[in-house]
């Protein structure tokens, strides 16, 4: 996912932090 805009940059990174956290505990949950 490549962001064009800037400003938008700090609030992806954080969503996709987000989202990689979620995806980690649902991993271990599986797991």
């Given at each position: ?14 969503l996709?932090?987000?989202?990689h956290?979620?995806?980690?505990r ?6």
């Amino acid at each position: 996912m490549v962001s064009h805009d800037v400003s938008d940059k700090t609030p992806g990174m954080l969503l996709v932090a987000r989202l990689h956290v979620d995806l980690c505990r649902l991993a271990s949950a599986i797991c």
